[in-house]
Nanobody
């Protein structure tokens, strides 16, 4: 069964940057739409960013637009989330998810993680001075 391993989180000051990685194992990332979600303490999981299978389209939540950039390297079977100008409200555990291309609209426009399988352990991002 396929799974993701997220990494790259840590403690950063407001205004700083982090690059998260999402390594897939047990399946080929190239076949799927990839998304990043996050969950802050006491809050529901929310969609952050999404990238289509062919890298032709990217999607961002309003709260991160202009600050975060999603990308993927299919040769490395890994997706990334470059996070710049970080704010305390970006503090959360970040997860990645994959869904078949036919569910792109549901995942990337509605931020509904249907049919994404089980979640990885996530990576903690803490933005604090």
């Amino acid at each position: 069964q396929g799974q993701f391993v997220e990494s790259g989180g840590g403690l950063v000051q407001p205004g700083g940057s982090l690059r998260l990685s999402c390594a897939a194992s047990g399946f080929t990332l190239d076949y799927f739409v990839i998304a990043w979600f996050r969950q802050a303490p006491g809050k529901e999981r929310e969609g952050v960013s999404c990238i289509s299978r062919g890298n032709s389209s990217t999607y961002y939540a309003d709260s991160v637009k202009g600050r975060f950039t999603i990308s993927r390297d299919n040769a490395k079977n890994t997706a990334y989330l470059q996070m710049n100008s970080l704010k305390p409200e970006d503090t959360a555990v970040y997860y990645c998810a994959a869904t078949p291309p036919r569910l792109l609209a549901r995942l990337c426009l509605q931020w509904d993680p249907v049919d994404v399988g089980s979640w990885g352990q996530g990576t903690q991002v803490t933005v604090s001075s």
